[in-house]
């Protein structure tokens, strides 16, 4: 079964320390691997996706993700953490030989807490 | 900047009353999503579409729920009738069919309260 995992319910981090939000998966074939991030009382926002090629994909707000194939793995990271990016984060993953079914299986999602 | 739009923001019901929530998905997006997070958990999707096309409806509880998509555009989600256990917020995405990707662009949802 396909399945995803953020291990850690809550992070919390020193303003301007670095951060790292954990995501494995399990899937049947090859993944997309996507983070999103929801703020409170918002909907989720797209941060980075990896599809192919670098094992290290950048994407919003200074945040960078690194695919690790052997770990089945996919850590959402950033070097120097700011007290605005404190929000919930979730991974979620796509069998990229879904055809037309485009459905996301989500994990359950990560509060990240940054302290001033 | 195009967004998905969601109304309304917020509902508070009554069990056993009916409640439908709109959404209008970013211009040219042919898929849309309806799904359903209660707080602390994350999404759970509830029915996608293809243009008018339900493409999976597995998890949409369908003695109570219904979905609409009529002219492939904009989307409507029902619950009658409202229960207690429906408090939650919906949300509704979009992606485009050219996005193999399925990078999908969220609306700000809707919070529903059953009381």
């Known amino acids: 079964a396909q399945s995803v995992a953020q291990p850690e319910d809550q992070v919390n981090v020193a303003e301007g320390n670095p951060l790292t939000v954990k995501c494995t998966y399990s899937v049947s074939g090859n993944p997309y691997l996507f983070w999103y991030v929801q703020y409170p009382n918002r909907g989720l926002q797209f941060l980075l996706k990896y599809i192919t090629g670098d094992n290290l994909v950048k994407g919003s707000y200074g945040f960078e993700a690194e695919f690790n194939k052997s770990q089945t793995s996919f850590h959402l990271k950033k070097p120097s953490a700011l007290v605005s990016d404190s929000a919930l984060y979730f991974c979620a993953v796509r069998d990229r030989n879904a055809g037309n079914n485009r459905k996301l299986i989500w994990g359950l999602g990560t509060s990240l807490a940054v302290n001033p | 900047e195009a967004e998905v739009a969601q109304s309304p923001r917020y509902k508070i019901t009554e069990k056993s009353q009916a409640v439908a929530f709109w959404c209008d998905p970013i211009s040219g997006h042919a898929t849309l999503y309806w799904y359903r997070q209660i707080l602390g958990q994350g999404p759970e999707l509830l029915v996608q579409?293809?243009?008018?096309?339900?493409?999976?409806d597995s998890q949409l509880p369908k003695d109570r729920f219904s979905a609409e998509r009529l002219k492939g555009v904009d989307s409507t989600l029902k619950i009658q009738p409202a229960e207690l256990g429906d408090s939650a917020m919906y949300l509704c995405?979009?992606?485009?069919?050219?996005?193999?990707?399925?990078?999908?662009?969220f609306g700000p949802g809707t919070r529903l309260t059953v009381l």
């Open positions: 995405a979009s992606s485009s069919e050219g996005d193999v990707y399925n990078e999908q662009f």
């Open positions: 579409f293809q243009d008018e096309s339900v493409v999976d």
